[in-house]
């Protein structure tokens, strides 16, 4: 029996991570150490993103770093999983000659099958169709956590079927597969005390469709009736599937914070159709009103791509409007990644590099006054604090309040006696900055 001690490096979004905290519990139940140090690992999984040409590289270039530790540490055997071998097999394979093994994103049983090859001297291929749940006999397969204990985040699909022209998840990932709701609720009560779980896909609105109705407010519903449970947050959440029942829960459920992440990618009509997506200008702004009227102080957050082909300068100047009319409290950017085998790719009118990246730039300065403002809403009040730990530079403690979600909204810095990671506290705010707050426990 292999007896070897694993490394992981984890790229990409949070549903990559849950994905490697699975291959992690894999490697747990062979009672396989696990170490940080990459200079004492035997066998290194690299776990990739390839939803972007960025995100490619940067998934070769940590292989390539990876493979350096065969000369200068312990390393034995490279590992490459997840999204970049499971779409670019073919091209993947022949090249990084450097790694030993390659798993796709629903592989993590075949991780030690294929590591017993290599090390009797094969180059191994195990990718498997990204159309399967990494679950055995009804049951998901074992995480080890990667988060701190307070905040977890749990996977509720696969896969996607909205087929918008810019993304490669679908051709990469598959389509949309949802996990059973049973399995679902048997993971969570496994994960012990939890402050926040945070709930993940690449559409969670979606969730339970494919099996042959919607099922995402029972399943909330159920989550929420879990003890160990104290508070739901919701990511990834499309708008044309937010619908009164949906709403009325958020607004009624204590457990689930009053927050959503509604990823929109542009404002303007033309080029939401262009996008594949569904809705429109009009109809977000409805939502978002109906939204703020039902649930009083409720938190919005999206993402915008600019410079998608043929975007003119007036639709540019129409989203930025848009920010204002919205007033979103926190809110993302990015420039359009002209991506092969997507219909976006073989549009005409692509926009030129240095545009993109002005528009960009023209947009956070816009965004970022807007959050100035609605940051600054918060000075001389008192917010509930999830504590985060200890903000070494600054000499502080850090945490979030509920509209802020880990590692991609602002959080609160606060000074108190003592602190303690995991812990809810009452922060009265004292000033604020663009995207942060800062305060002392009273």
């Excluded at 170490?35 to 995100?55: E, G, H, P, S």
């Excluded at 073919?90 to 994103?105: H, S, Y």
């Excluded at 009804?138 to 977890?152: E, I, N, Q, W």
Aim: aromatic share 8%.
């Amino acid at each position: 029996m292999l007896n070897k001690t694993f490394a992981l490096i984890s790229l990409g979004c949070d549903k990559n991570r849950v994905d490697g905290e699975r291959l992690l519990g894999e490697i747990a139940s062979h009672g396989c150490p696990i170490t940080t140090d990459l200079y004492k690992a035997q066998v290194l999984i690299v776990n990739t993103c390839a939803f972007l040409t960025a995100a490619r590289e940067e998934a070769i270039l940590s292989v390539l770093e990876g493979s350096r530790l065969k000369e200068e540490g312990k390393l034995e055997k490279l590992v490459v999983t997840g999204c970049l071998p499971q779409g670019y097999e073919e091209e993947v394979f022949p090249a990084l000659t450097e790694a030993d093994v390659f798993l796709g994103t629903a592989d993590a049983k075949e991780l030690f099958p294929a590591l017993e090859r290599a090390y009797a001297g094969e180059r191994v291929s195990a990718v498997g169709t990204a159309t399967r749940l990494p679950a055995e006999q009804g049951k998901l397969l074992p995480r080890v956590l990667s988060t701190p204990d307070h905040y977890k985040y749990l996977k509720i699909s696969e896969g996607c079927s909205n087929h918008c022209t810019y993304c490669l998840i679908p051709s990469i990932r598959g389509k949309y597969l949802s996990y059973p709701m049973e399995a679902l609720l048997e993971e969570a009560k496994g994960m012990g005390e939890t402050e926040e779980l945070i709930l993940v896909a690449q559409d969670i609105t979606r969730y339970g469709e494919d099996r042959g109705e919607n099922q995402l407010v029972p399943l909330l519903q159920a989550l929420a009736a879990l003890e160990n449970i104290r508070h739901i947050r919701l990511l990834y959440c499309y708008p044309e599937k937010i619908g009164e029942e949906l709403i009325a829960l958020i607004r009624d459920e204590p457990k689930i914070l009053k927050y959503l992440d509604i990823p929109l990618q542009h404002s303007e009509d033309r080029v939401l159709k262009l996008m594949g997506r569904r809705g429109t200008r009009a109809e977000y702004l409805n939502l978002f009103a109906r939204l703020r009227a039902e649930i009083p102080g409720i938190a919005l957050r999206t993402t915008f791509i600019s410079g998608f082909p043929t975007e003119t300068e007036e639709e540019h100047r129409a989203l930025l409007a848009f920010l204002k009319e919205a007033n979103f409290m926190n809110c993302g950017c990015f420039a359009y990644s002209r991506e092969p085998n997507t219909p976006a790719y073989k549009l005409k009118g692509q926009v030129h590099h240095a545009t993109k990246q002005r528009r960009v730039k023209e947009f956070y300065a816009a965004q970022k006054e807007i959050a100035r403002a609605n940051m600054q809403a918060f000075v001389g009040k008192t917010l509930n604090v999830l504590c985060d730990g200890i903000d070494m530079e600054r000499s502080c403690f850090v945490g979030r309040a509920y509209f802020q979600a880990p590692d991609i909204d602002g959080v609160v810095y606060f000074t108190a006696s003592e602190a303690k990671e995991g812990q809810i506290y009452s922060v009265r705010i004292d000033r604020a900055e663009e995207y942060d707050l800062f305060g002392h426990v009273e």
